[in-house]
DNA sequence: ACCTGAACACCGTTCAAGT
DNA sequence: ACCTGAACACCGTTCAAGT
């Protein structure tokens, strides 16, 4: 053991980088993206912008570090099913339930490809598809197509959120305000977004979200299938 | 007619709302998404910040306005395939090499949703689905799976190409450090993304792109088949 | 080793004043 | 109607100076 614990810190309360990444969470929780400042940090941390900058390297570190705190609970809190499928739809739900709580993890988890929170992700999806019995060949391709489309989902969630916050309404009413926008296309030029403007208020966005999902993992299966068929006829 | 045309322009190469969006789009090209500044913007057009907001109502709108220049462009050269598959396959193809020309476009459409550029893919994807025979009541999920996986997809790539400019370094050697670390990542917390290391490495972005599309349009197509059966035998 | 807080080099946006 | 450019209210980040 060449490093040892700190004997008796300075102070009880003193700095460090967990009670940092938790300020950041409540401060992102309750005023959005725009609410992380290091100067709002440091005041509730009651100390300067600068003692952040030494347990911090930047602020798109800090952005990481916390998403990757909401992420790393997510991810293991994820309730194994009974198949593979089943499980990597309860992991994926569980991420559109933590980016609809925290809508700031979508927009971090959008900018720190291949960071720690990704790697989970990734993991926890890639177990599943081995066990699917994907071909390793075959692996990286489904797993970044369920990986991609979760965070695409994440990203305009996030964004809704973002967007409806930054004008002082809610989420529900800025997507009611978009469909009566869409409503109102022009007919000859947009007639099939016109068209969808109705679905778009009543759709269940949880439900959407996993029939996305499910498209893909049977898209995923059908694949197999043909392969093992070809293995059969040539 | 109400509004008629601007007789005898002041000068000809007065400012005007295209020209604005015309220098965005060079700015954002070389100088990337930290590139595009009020101040940067009106040196290149020789005019001060305020003279930009006669024509423009905000940063957001700007961004915007820009990456509908380049969706609109993208989705007009999309070439009719033989089926309605093979052209959300070519108009998904066209997204994917817009963003890699255009990174940033990756990451504005993230946080423009519902807006006209989303509007014209939605278009675009959706004539094709509805063509595809999809019924009315899953058109909404068949379409916005396939968006969001367009947008996910982007977004990383957006992401990544971003990330390697602010290293000074290119796309293809930060993707290169990634799969050096996640092949070093601990060995029985992460198994499955360190097996992924490799395949990171070697793998066609493009293709693997196309693959997911091909899981979602198959996916589609199993859940039409199975519609179909289930009305049959009920 | 860790913290302080002033200072630096920027931002987006506004607005009185001009033509 | 359109443009100018100084000014406002912020940012992230650095760094000499303290303990």
């Not at 570090?65 to 739809?89: E, K, L, W, Y």
């Not at 739900?93 to 929170?117: N, T």
């Not at 790697?119 to 692996?139: K, L, N, S, T, Y």
């Not at 695409?152 to 309404?169: D, E, K, L, P, Y």
């Amino acid at each position: 053991m060449v490093t040892k614990a700190r004997s008796t810190p300075r102070r009880e309360d003193s700095l460090s980088r967990d009670r940092i990444i938790d300020a950041s969470i409540e401060l992102l929780d309750s005023s959005g993206e725009g609410g992380l400042t290091f100067r709002a940090l440091s005041e509730r941390l009651a100390t300067g912008p600068g003692a952040i900058y030494w347990h911090i390297a930047h602020k798109s570190d800090l952005l990481t570090a916390a998403s990757d705190t909401i992420i790393a609970r997510t991810v293991a809190a994820t309730v194994v099913g009974a198949t593979p499928q089943a499980t990597i739809r309860a992991l994926a739900l569980g991420m559109f339930d933590a980016i609809d709580a925290h809508p700031w993890v979508g927009s971090a988890l959008a900018s720190a490809p291949g960071q720690l929170p990704i790697v989970r992700i990734v993991e926890g999806i890639g177990q599943q598809v081995h066990a699917m019995g994907v071909p390793d060949r075959q692996q990286w391709a489904a797993v970044s197509a369920l990986l991609s489309y979760i965070l695409g989902v994440g990203g305009q969630n996030a964004a809704n959120s973002q967007f409806a916050r930054t004008q002082g309404i809610h989420r529900a009413d800025f997507l009611q305000g978009l469909s009566t926008a869409w409503s109102q296309l022009d007919a000859a030029e947009y007639p099939f977004a016109r068209s969808l403007a109705g679905q778009m208020r009543t759709h269940d966005d949880r439900a959407d979200f996993l029939a996305g999902i499910d498209f893909i993992l049977s898209g995923i299966a059908s694949q197999q299938s043909r392969l093992a068929k070809n293995v059969v006829t040539t």
